[in-house]
């Protein structure tokens, strides 16, 4: 059984960062692409960034490129999502969310084992 427990979220002010993380359980860690998704009160769960399974690539949604950054240690199984500049709009739950095959993915529908989440919360 995979476990995602999510760490790192908090309330900020507009323009400041946060580091979240996520770190998984299980000793194929590595053969997986990992993904970052957020939900906002009211709103779907969107897709915020993926990495492939060696690192080697990352794919961004419009909203966060240039300002998120995600990376992955293969050796510590873990994920984490660095965040800049952050905006208010940027308040959501954020989930870590494992793929179902090696490379990036950008739908929910790509992953099949999801963390709790970890609330951020951006005020202006």
């Known amino acids: 059984q995979v476990q995602l427990v999510e760490s790192g979220g908090g309330l900020v002010q507009a323009g400041g960062s946060l580091r979240l993380s996520c770190a998984a359980s299980g000793r194929t860690f590595s053969r997986f692409a990992m993904g970052w998704f957020r939900q906002a009160p009211g709103k779907e769960r969107e897709f915020v960034a993926s990495i492939s399974w060696s690192g080697g690539s990352t794919r961004y949604s419009d909203s966060t490129k240039g300002r998120f950054t995600i990376s992955r240690d293969n050796a510590q199984n873990t994920v984490p999502l660095q965040m800049n500049s952050l905006k208010p709009e940027d308040t959501a739950v954020y989930y870590c969310?494992?793929?179902?095959?090696?490379?990036?993915?950008?739908?929910?529908?790509?992953?099949?084992?999801w963390g709790q989440g970890t609330q951020v919360t951006v005020s202006s």
């Open positions: 969310a494992r793929g179902r095959g090696l490379y990036i993915a950008q739908t929910n529908e790509q992953y099949d084992y």
